[in-house]
């Protein structure tokens, strides 16, 4: 499968997955920011890890849906005039300015729900004790011990000035806030596919490195990047005096820090045997943009 | 089991549930509005319904208060300003006037995913198949298709001169926003019960008339009682123009329903030979409060 056939399928079920019905206003805001276009890393990460440990890439599509659709649930609630107050997103108008507020709150809470059923009803080939496993993963990084606690730091990062252990505080907003759902969609994969514990741990490792570098190449892009290129409001962070990688670092040794841990992913590879063009071709295409 | 023992024991289990730890500020919101004093209801229908039908109760446990952390995320979002804009909530500050709307966003997010999580962590002696089939009863009523569009109806109702068919708009409100949750309560309770499809079918004719009973007891209550015996705001559905059984029937026909679907709960309890000296409390002690 090359990129695009992964982002098409992911893109088809999506759709398929969020049938439009009564009351239809919370089933189109759902749908609304689900199927914004983007670039389905999660999901895609997902499949293709269910791909290279053997297993078959449809069993694993009802659980890349649904951790796109979390994906969505940040960001929904993530853009409220309550948390980071943004109208675009993506180059569209961000779901409360579609929607109103209340709705957008309430298409984020049904996505919530919506998410893990969409693993038990359609993960038909799934023995209950995998699913359930599954379900325990997504629960686990999609909550108040996940990406929720990330966002928590996130917000508390603001006066940065007052945080105590700056670098501490940064790598747990970091590994939460992004490398969680990086590791809930590797994992998974691994899981469906049947993979043992060894290379679930590696696959972890993996997604650890890898989910690190995609949120420093976006502190980055929020530095030196435009609207245009990035479809939202940028610098915010900045303005409101928010903990970033290039806050804390510097532009310079931000570059070198995504350098280091896109090799790690790049020998993590190398090491065990895992030859994936998606991979090589998602850590590529990040480089490019932040100019490495 | 009385109905003190009840309420002792889950909010025990609650207490325990939600332990404190780093991030606190998203454990202390979420186990604020969890732990505020409360009737219980929706836990103790599951548990009673449980023992009803020859279950343990220990069984029922985590699914209880997975459905009453459910229940509070309920209140934490439609509290919000965005939403009813409310200050207090059983007789307390709500979540976002305490911990700032930001982390009360948060705080009922986490507790969508806490709620299941807490149900698979600590069901061991369901099968993974019971199990899940109570997650999927879960999935069904508390999101899009269950509670969220009972919400989504009611934040439509406003302006209540506008809608076409009132009557069966105002019955989908309530079966969805109300009866949904105390449905869930009862069936799961049945199903870790181990009850056939029989027997769970009279259980949800029950809780569908005694979730209706309680919503209009609750608009009756908005009509005729005082901040200090709920707890809460009143008369801000009728001055939003909202939808409510009382603005649709008037306050008598409303004590008639009322009277009408607690006869039908007694004459199902009688048929199948139920018999709870806490399901008869229950009615009895909503009955006085509205005074019928």
Known sequence: MQMNDYIELVNSKLNEFIQIQYPETIFKSMKYTVTLPGKRLRPILCLETCRLLG?????????????????????????????????????????????????????????????????????ENLSPSVLIRVLNE??????????????????????????????????????????????????????????????ISVITEFAHNFGLAFQIADDILDEISTFEEMGKTLGKDKEEGKLTYVSLYGLEESKCKL????????????????????LEDMIESIKKRVGI
């Open 55 to 123: 297993g078959e890439i449809s069993d694993a599509i009802p659980t890349a849906c649904a951790i796109e659709m979390l994906h969505a649930q940040t960001l929904i609630h993530d853009d409220l005039p309550c948390m980071d107050n943004d109208d675009y997103r993506r180059g569209k108008l961000t779901n409360h300015k579609v929607f109103g507020e209340a709705i957008a709150v309430l298409a984020g809470d049904a996505l919530l729900t919506f998410a893990p059923q969409i693993i038990t009803k359609y993960s």
């Open 138 to 199: 997504y629960f686990q990084y999609a909550g108040a011990y996940g990406v929720i606690a990330g966002q928590v730091v996130d917000i508390e990062s603001e006066n940065a000035e007052k945080i105590d252990n700056k670098e501490k505080t940064l790598e747990y907003l970091h590994i939460h806030k992004t490398s969680d759902l990086f590791k809930l969609a590797m994992r998974t994969g691994a899981i469906i596919a049947g993979a043992d514990d060894e290379k």
């Open 259 to 278: 350098s280091c841990l896109f090799k790690n992913c790049c020998d993590i590879m190398n090491k065990h045997n895992i030859q994936s063009e998606i």
